[in-house]
């Protein structure tokens, strides 16, 4: 597989390509968007556990925001879409994240995604 980079250059996967190398585990940081529902989750920074090899086609992200979705964190080092999100304007409560938020959470201990979501849902039921 291949495709554009952010900087129009081609980054390649093959079968025979080291695929540990693109494995994503464990704890990432990655900074958070001022003014978006991410930050008011997480605040400034992101902390969360990932095990997968996925990653967002830097290419498309151009034509993503235009119609309206916003990426509200990226990784430092990759410049890669950690979390994305559309305006309230737009839908009550749309996230969508690269991370395992299961991976943390415990029926005692919700993460904060999964509270955010679900006092979103209350507050817009009480509103109806």
């Not at 999100?85 to 999964?114: D, I, K, N, Y």
Request: proline residues 8%.
């Amino acid at each position: 597989t291949e495709w554009l980079d952010r900087d129009g250059k081609v980054a390649k996967r093959s079968a025979d390509s080291d695929m540990g190398g693109t494995m994503r585990l464990g704890s990432q940081r990655c900074p958070v968007k001022p003014g978006t529902m991410a930050q008011r989750i997480y605040g400034d920074e992101v902390n969360e556990r990932h095990r997968h090899r996925y990653e967002v086609n830097n290419y498309y992200v151009p034509a993503l925001e235009k119609n309206g979705l916003i990426i509200s964190a990226r990784t430092p080092s990759e410049d890669l879409p950690e979390m994305m999100e559309l305006p309230q304007t737009m839908h009550p409560w749309f996230v969508g994240v690269q991370f395992h938020p299961e991976f943390t959470s415990t029926p005692r201990a919700g993460h904060p995604l999964f509270k955010a979501y679900v006092e979103a849902a209350v507050a817009r039921k009480e509103g109806a």
